[in-house]
Nanobody, 121 residues
């Protein structure tokens, strides 16, 4: 199994910044895409940022220019730097990784437990 643990969430004022981290551990043969989704109350989970193992990134239109995702492949860690936060960014943020536990098993998605980000006005 691959375990993902997020950290760095919390309460921040409008216009503030937060940095989320997600550490992957366990049986890891290779991690492909990593990234972040979020889910606000009453809404569906939506993609925030995806970063490939080569470092290419895509972002949701709503966060472009404000959020930056990066990863440290040596540490199996992905980050999300969130700047200019808005109340509409309030959500539970979930880390995900598309990974392979060994050379035989197929790659699959793994999810963290989520971390709350709340942006106050």
């Amino acid at each position: 199994q691959v375990q993902l643990v997020e950290s760095g969430g919390g309460l921040v004022q409008f216009g503030g910044s937060l940095r989320l981290s997600c550490d992957a551990s366990g049986r890891i043969f290779k991690i492909y895409d990593m990234g972040w989704y979020r889910q606000a109350p009453g809404k569906q989970r939506e993609v925030v940022a995806i970063i490939t193992d080569s470092g290419s990134t895509i972002y949701a239109d709503s966060v472009k220019g404000r959020f930056t995702s990066s990863r440290d492949n040596a540490k199996n860690t992905v980050y999300l730097q969130m700047n200019s936060l808005k109340p509409e960014d309030t959500a539970v943020y979930y880390c995900f990784a598309n990974a392979q536990e060994n050379i035989i098993l197929r790659r699959r998605d793994y999810w963290g437990q989520g971390t709350q980000v709340t942006v106050s006005t």
